[in-house]
Each structure stands twice: as C-alpha cells, then as structure tokens.
C-alpha cells in the first residue's frame, strides 16, 4: 500500500484555487465528496468548472423512508414507511418487527449511497455518524430518527445540530441522557459533549485540567443535562419515540463553569437550560478549531502538518464563526481552496469499506432496481460485506467512531490491514468475476457494460484506458500497469479488433454473442484496476 503523503504538501491556503481545471482536478473533487462518481459526473464536472461543480455538491439530497418489505413487519403494510408505525402488543411480535425494521433500515441506508446524486450529503452524513456515534437504539423508528437528523443537518448549523442531537432520543438512551436526574447524575453525556462533540479535550495541564475545560465542567455539564427522558420506545399506542422534559428531575440550581469556560454561570432555566449551556461552551472559539480539524482530516488528509495548524485551520474556524457555525460556508471555502488541489494531496487517503465498495458499484453505474423486497435484500447484503470490512455503517464501534478516523500515526491506514486487503479482493472479484449477489433468481454485480459505454470514446481502446483510469485512480498509473489493462481488452491484437468488436456489439447490443465477449473482458479489467493499490487510495 502506498503511503499516505509521498510529499507534504506546497499549498497552505484557503485562497480560491486558479490552476488549471482538468479532469485530475474534477476527479479529485468528486472522490473526496461522493462514494464513487460516475464518467458522466467527471465529464459534468470538467465542463461545468469548479464554482459551478461545488454549488451543486453542496445541495442538499432529497430523502425519501424506509420501507417495508420483511414478512415480520407486524404492523406497517408492505411497501410502505413504517416511520410512524407502532410495535405489536406481545413480546414475540416486537422482537420480529424490531428486527424487520432494523433489516430495512440497513437497506436503505446502503440504497441511501447507491443513489446519492452529485451531493455531499451522503459523504457528509458519515461523517457526522463518526462525530456524533449513535449505536442502534432499542427501537428502530428512534434509530431512523436520529439518521434523518444527521442528513437534515449534514450541511446545516453545528450549533443547532449539537443542540438537537443532546435530546435526540437515540443519543439519551445511548448516553444514559434518559436516567440523569438530579438524584442521580449521569456524566457520560456531559463528558462526550466536552471532550468529542464540541470542544475538545485538548492537552492535560493538571489535575481534572485539560486545555479546553476542567473536570468542574463535566459536573456542572451532568446537571445541567438532567431532567430530559424519553417515551414510547416498542410502544403499541404511539406512533413514535420521542424526548420530553420533565422539571421534577432537572437540577434547578445555578451551575458554576470553570475558568477555561471565563467563570461564567448557567441559571435555572429548565428545558432550555442545556442550549444556554451551548452556547456558553460555543463562545470559545477553539470549537470552531476542532471542528474545523476534524472536517479537513476526514475531507483533505489525516496529517495536521504546521502549516495547517497555522494557516488552513484558523481560516476554516474564522469561517465557522463568522458565519454563526454554519457548515456550508466552510465546506464551500475548502472545496474551492489551491491547498484543496495540492497534487500532493490527491491520492493522498486510504478508502474505507463504504468509500471501496461504492466507488465500484457507482463508478460503474451500478445500480440495485428490482422488485422491493429483492432490491432491499441485496442492499442488505452489501450492509453485511462493509461490516465484513470493518465498516457497519451507522454502527461505530465506540463513542470515539472508527478509529481510522482518529487514531495516531496510522489512521486511514487501518482499514487495510492483513485480513482487510484480502478481503478487499476477494470481494472484487466477487463483484466482476463471480455472479455477485443473487436473491430470488436475480443477481447483482458490476454493470461493466454500462460503463463502458458511458465512456467519451469506447470503441477507441485507448482512450477506454484513460477515461477508466482517470475515474477509477487518483494518481497515474505506470507503463506496465497500463499495458496490462489495454492488453486485457485487446488480448495483444491491433486496436482496431477492438474497435470492430465493439461496434459490433453496440449496434446489436442485445445479442449476447457480441455483448458477452466485450463484457468479459470488462469485468477483468475492473478486477484488475481495483487490485491495484492505487485504487484503494482517493
């Protein structure tokens, strides 16, 4: 595997980027934003330009629900969005429809990134389930709950998103949230507030003291969170989980912050108190900073080389702040930005499972559209092959998230270790060579065909070559790497055998005579690109 930096890079500004816009640029753009571009997405973005490409990757994807399509459903009709659907009245009955929900939860959210548009919402929404880790909750309309609230805000205000997600009913029961009262205070919400979710926790200075905040914060944080629990979990009379205040549990009393937090004081203030607390701990601007890191390592690269910390991070946070932590404004800055197109950056992070799985499927045309419960069980499949990878999406593995995503010096590194990569193979095969996933008669693998003709020129072997390459690997492949993919298509002949077959092919494209030789030769091509370790980077 390539390293992760060859050189550090050259560019250390937010400036607008003024270099030339090819498709090395576009591509690079469209890796970083989306789970796997199509040509036909490259070919937009080259002609469009940059301004006119990021416009429309920060707007927001439309969502649609999850639908029904398990017989242990119990009460929602088939085909429909069992959202607002209440639980059967015995033990039995929610035990299966729990688990029928949860099955097409997982569905939809891979369907979700199947079909994500030319938006970063799917892109963005991960990354808030790594900032904000929820596991499932004991009730899935809680869990689908929470998921809408992340791409509701996946570009919105950090502000208004962190104080929604405090009494997000998944996160009070993840949380122990529902339980803190003023009998009983709970900082396990308090600290992960501080500490992952706003802050930062910073160097240890002292005793309970750490850069940011003190342990005096954490306590003051416990009490002031009490008092919100949540109703309706499994219930069989209301249609949802939601939270609730109750006054009777909160702590009333004037809450003392430490000095990191300028002394300030929280007054009772019942069910609003918890937001004054916000935007007390949201007046330092080292929130916007912390962020702001998290942001660049999870879009740009994991190294916070001097240059960034000085240069790239203060004008990110100065963004956030002057635009009252709206992330959009950001995200825009930076996806615009000559350090965002720093050659050295391109190519420069290692794919997680999500990123590896559907930049073959998407970037092939790939596309699951069967009847609904084959369609949701195959997407329910691919769940299960990230989860093979290490990646349960919507499932991080602590409150921390993934560790690739955190975790000094390797970070990205860690999604290929010993057994990942050869299970990253053995599914790319799995996906060209094999029949991929087959439910009720019906299979699912790459569309090598569907990319093939979506190419600028595909009876001109060559240029077949280049534009896969140029879609598929974000750094240029070598000589040898190359002859061998153009060899796996013209088995060593003239290029023009291969232009006749594929005219031939195109103008019958239904007899299987000519299509299957060419789709053939597709596939082991794409095996071949994604064993390379260049794919495995973006």
């Given at each position: ?7 550090p890079?050259?560019?250390h ?19 970083r ?9 490259l070919?937009d973005?080259v ?31 088939f ?23 949860l ?53 919105g205000n950090?502000k208004?998103?962190i ?53 005096q914060?954490?306590?003051?944080g ?17 249609s ?56 660049y390592?999870y ?6 080389t ?6 790239i ?34 190519g420069?992070?290692?794919k997680s ?70 299970t ?5 095969y ?23 003709d ?8 060559n ?16 000589l ?10 013209t ?9 006749y077959?594929y005219?031939?092919?195109?103008a019958s ?10 789709k ?6 794409i ?12």
């Open positions: 595997m390539p390293a992760s930096v060859i050189n890079p050259t560019n500004s937010l400036d607008p980027y003024t270099g030339t816009w090819t498709k090395q640029q576009a591509a690079h753009l469209l890796r934003t989306l789970f796997g571009p199509t040509f036909q997405q070919q973005a002609t469009n330009g940059l301004d006119a490409t990021v416009t429309t990757l920060l707007t927001p994807k439309v969502m649609d629900l999850p639908l029904t399509y398990d017989a242990d459903e119990g009460i929602a009709p085909g429909q969005p069992w959202n607002n659907s209440v639980y059967p009245g015995d033990v039995a009955g929610i035990q299966a429809t729990n688990t029928a929900r099955k097409s939860l997982a569905a939809w959210a891979m369907k979700s990134l199947n079909n994500q548009d030319t938006s970063i919402t799917e892109k963005m929404s991960l990354f808030w389930h790594n900032h904000f880790a929820c596991p499932i909750a004991a009730d899935q309309r809680s869990t689908l709950d929470y998921h809408l609230l992340v791409h509701q805000y996946a570009l950090f208004d998103f104080k929604e997600i405090t009494i997000n009913p998944s996160m009070l029961e993840f949380q122990n949230g529902a339980t803190n009262n003023v009998y009983s205070p709970n900082e396990n919400y308090a600290r992960e507030f501080l500490e992952l979710f706003s802050i930062g926790k910073g160097l240890q200075t002292g005793p309970g003291d750490y850069s940011n905040y003190t342990e914060d954490v306590a003051a416990a009490k002031i969170f009490t008092g919100y629990t949540i109703k309706g979990i499994q219930s069989s009379t209301e949802s989980v939601t939270s609730y205040f109750m006054p009777i549990l909160h702590d009333g009393t004037v809450k003392q912050l430490s000095y990191r937090l300028n002394n300030e004081t929280v007054s009772p203030n019942g069910a609003n108190e918890y937001s004054d607390y916000i935007d007390i701990v949201f007046q330092q601007d080292e929130v916007a900073r912390f962020i702001s890191r998290k942001l390592r879009f740009v690269n994991y190294e916070l001097d240059q960034v910390e000085q240069n991070i203060p004008a990110m946070a100065t963004i956030m702040i002057n635009n009252n932590y709206e992330i959009l404004p950001v995200m825009e800055a930076l996806l615009k930005s000559q350090h965002f197109y720093d050659v050295n950056l391109i420069s992070c290692i499972p999500m990123e590896m799985i559907f930049s073959m499927i998407n970037s092939t045309n790939s596309v699951i559209n069967f009847d609904l419960e084959t369609t949701y069980e195959m997407y329910l499949y691919l769940y299960g092959v990230g989860d093979n990878l290490g990646q349960s999406y919507g499932q991080p593995p602590s409150v921390s998230g993934w560790t690739a995503y955190y975790q000094a010096p390797s970070f990205t590194k860690l999604w290929v270790n010993s057994t990942h990569i050869k990253r193979m053995q599914i790319s799995f996906f060209t060579m094999m029949n991929g996933i087959e439910v009720n008669g019906n299979s699912f693998k790459v569309n090598a065909l569907g990319l093939l979506s190419l600028s020129n595909p009876s001109d072997v240029t077949v070559v280049d534009d896969i390459i140029s879609l598929l690997v974000p750094k240029p492949l070598n040898t790497q190359k002859f061998t993919l153009k060899y796996i298509l088995g060593g002949q003239a290029d023009s055998v291969w232009a077959q005219n031939a092919y195109n494209p239904s007899d299987p005579s000519l299509s299957q030789p060419i053939q030769k597709m596939e082991q091509f095996l071949r690109i994604a064993t390379y370790p260049e794919f495995q980077t973006f």
